[in-house]
């Protein structure tokens, strides 16, 4: 398995990835990045939440981080063009992660709100400008920006871009480039309007196919709770303490829930950890380890923090929260049944979820059923009995009297740490 220095990332980027908690690239990073750092042009069909920011992101900062080029204001360096606005920003706060070690201005823009400040990052000068292509023509029709300098050109979700109608406002942008330029062209799809557009920016390009992560993969029991948001808890405590739940990865929309819910565990004497985004790289770390280790049943993450975990032996994936994005349910769901195991990916949803639901059953393309007991199994599959007979050690255990069921597997890590707070 490579590493970032391996893909010939410099230093202070590989440190940037680190510092976020980046382990290891992804497929589209490892087989994109070297050919981008060559001055390959690239074109390369993936989706959102494969890592494909990072994949143009990092060797572009590496090929504009030249400190004795100096962005001329109005006149960007590197221009990467994105259909929404929320990609936009998203772009450009990655690219503000990536470079943090590097000296590199960059902005992004968008339509729907005043142009002033937008105006004035442009003029300041900029080594990226990420930008949507309506508002980006409406400045540089009013003289705000010209595309003379652009040594470097990203098309990002090309096949969104035909679907929302803006090809073409796109054609318009890429007429205005100039033709000596190095480009990157990603599209979740290719039908034939985009395979064309595509000829007609690349030069000798490299192809990169990432296929998406299959949601069929075998060994892989999908299930669904209907549960009001207050019943949530209580239904994650009752999983937590089934000893059919080995090790379970348990996905929360935000950080904060993350943190709640680990609190909520420890409460009632379950040991987790949550990794998020707001965690050090260390602590991370620490909380991985002792997952993969068997040392901690239960660890709780964010889909960002998720991202690279490959941990075998994954019993449960716990969605306490329904993903907003599809392609995050179906790479939640993917962290257990590794390697041919099985594993039981398990869904809490309540009422306002249920659109989200809707949608990652329209894209995987089959419903998810509703789950026969507590921990997610269809009645058949129910071992040693039936709903209700399942052991629950909580109770059997109960020295500690009616009420308050002694905890099971709560094991500390060394260090003195509180099991939540610590990681
Ligand atoms: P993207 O496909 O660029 O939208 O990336 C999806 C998410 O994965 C983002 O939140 C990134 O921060 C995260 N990510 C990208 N590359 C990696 C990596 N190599 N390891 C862990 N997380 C990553």
């Known amino acids: 398995m490579s590493t970032f220095s391996d893909l010939g990332l410099a230093e ?57 080029r100096r962005p001329v204001p109005g006149r960007p360096r590197a221009l990467i063009l994105t259909p929404t606005r929320e990609l936009a920003i998203q772009i450009d706060e990655s690219l503000r992660e990536y470079g943090t070690h590097l000296r590199l201005r960059h902005a992004c823009i968008f339509g729907g709100v005043s142009q002033k400040a937008q105006v004035n990052a442009l003029s ?4 990226v400008l990420t930008a949507t292509p309506g508002r980006l023509l ?31 406002d796109v ?14 062209f990603f599209s979740a799809t290719m039908p034939p309007d985009i395979v064309r557009l595509s000829q007609q920016i690349l030069t000798d390009p490299v192809h990169v196919e990432i296929v998406p992560e299959s949601t069929t993969a075998e060994g892989i029991t999908q299930r669904v709770m209907f549960v009001d948001s207050a019943g949530k808890k209580q239904l994650v405590l009752e999983v937590a303490r089934d000893e059919r739940v080995q090790r379970a990865l348990v996905f929360t929309r935000t950080k904060h829930r ?19 985004g707001n965690k050090s790289q260390n602590a991370r770390q ?35 929260d329904v993903p907003v994005e599809p392609e995050a349910y179906v790479h939640r769901i993917g962290r257990t049944a590794r390697a041919g195991a099985r594993g039981l990916a398990l869904t809490f949803c309540d009422t306002e979820e249920l659109p989200y639901l809707r949608a990652i059953e329209s894209v995987i393309g089959q419903r998810v059923p509703v789950a026969g007991d507590r921990i ?48």
């Not at 040594?151 to 096949?159: H, N, Q």
């Open 258 to 276: 993350a943190n709640r819910l680990v609190k909520l565990l420890d409460r009632a004497g379950v040991s987790s950890a949550a990794i998020h």
């Open 286 to 320: 620490r909380a991985l380890g002792a997952f993969r280790a068997g040392e901690l049943p239960i660890l709780v993450a964010t889909d960002i923090a998720a991202r690279g975990i490959d941990v075998e032996g994954i019993t449960h994936v716990i969605n306490y």
């Open 138 to 168: 409406d400045l540089h029709g009013q003289g705000h920006v010209d595309f003379d300098q652009v040594e470097r050109f990203v098309l990002d979700e090309a096949d969104r871009m035909l679907d929302m109608g803006f090809l073409p």
């Open 12 to 68: 202070p980027l590989v440190r940037a990835v680190t510092d976020l908690g980046y382990d290891t690239p992804t497929p589209i990073q490892d087989q994109a990045i070297p050919h981008v750092l060559e001055e390959r042009d690239l074109l390369a069909s993936a989706q959102t939440g494969t890592g494909k920011t990072a994949a143009f992101g990092l060797p572009l900062l590496q090929l504009l981080a030249d400190p004795r």
């Open 171 to 184: 054609r318009r942008v890429i007429g205005r480039l100039p033709t000596e330029r190095h480009s990157l």
């Open 376 to 423: 997610g199994l269809p009645p058949e599959e129910l071992e040693p009995g039936p709903v209700g007979q399942r052991r629950r050690p909580s109770r059997s255990a109960g020295p500690k009297g009616p009420g308050k069921p002694k905890p099971r597997r709560r094991r500390r890590r060394g260090g003195g740490g509180r099991s939540g707070a610590s990681a």
């Open 124 to 127: 300041r000068g900029l080594d």
